[in-house]
């Protein structure tokens, strides 16, 4: 098994450009999550699949931003019209149901930078 | 709601002890611990469930107190190793994991 992969490593784009983002989580994991981080900041709550489900957004994602997990497997993040501040580690994570609870496995994260 | 941790860098001597705090609002179903390098993913270290029992991962030990909502970390003889971010990270119940905003501990030889 090769973790939880994140796709491009890193990504700079000029305000107000549309980025997309992937995420390949360990594959028994069902769950997967979306967070965002800051310097010196921890992990900020995005979103949570379960398989192919939208569980839970963030109430402080507008809706410039946009997830979703095809058929369970990876998932991708897309932001529209990027705005300076989001320019932050954008890091997945999976994790695992069954007779758990399980920690999550987080992924390198994509490093994006609004110019 | 984020967890709060205390407190916000630790400086230590190899060999060392310490101790990090993190606490919460609202009544917790888990408490996850988790420690970050620079530049690297935040990795898993345990995990304590309400009603469970105090967890350990090598020199690392954690405990749960369910009534005042707040779980503690503790870092016993510390080595070069242990440096990084620690983050707590707590759910309600939902799998909507917050997470503190994080203790930096620097151990030095």
């Known amino acids: 098994d090769t973790g939880v992969s994140q796709n491009p490593r890193h990504k700079i784009t000029k305000r107000g450009q549309n980025v997309t983002f992937r995420c390949d989580p360990i594959s028994e994991h069902n769950r997967l999550y979306w967070y965002r981080q800051t310097l010196g900041q921890g992990p900020e709550f995005l979103t949570y699949?379960?398989?192919?489900?939208?569980?839970?957004k963030s109430r402080l994602l507008s809706d410039r931003f946009s997830a979703e997990r095809p058929k369970g497997s990876f998932s991708t993040l897309e932001i529209q019209r990027t705005e300076q501040g989001d320019s932050a580690m954008y890091l997945c994570?999976?994790?695992?149901?069954?007779?758990?609870?399980?920690?999550?496995?987080f992924g390198s994260g994509t490093r994006l930078t609004v110019v | 709601q984020q967890p709060v941790q205390s407190p916000q860098a630790v400086i230590l001597r190899e060999g060392e002890d310490a101790v990090i705090n993190c606490s919460s609002s609202k009544a917790l179903y888990s408490v996850h611990w988790y420690r970050q390098k620079h530049g690297e993913a935040p990795v898993f270290l345990m995990i304590l469930l309400k009603g469970g029992e105090q967890m350990r991962h090598e020199k690392i030990s954690a405990s749960f107190n369910e009534k005042k909502q707040q779980s503690s970390l503790y870092l016993t003889a510390s080595q070069l190793s242990y440096s990084g971010t620690y983050f707590c990270g707590t759910e309600t119940g939902s799998y909507d994991m917050r997470f503190g905003a994080g203790t930096r501990l620097t151990v030095k030889p």
């Open positions: 994570a999976s994790s695992s149901t069954g007779q758990g609870p399980y920690g999550y496995t």
């Open positions: 699949f379960q398989n192919e489900a939208q569980l839970e």
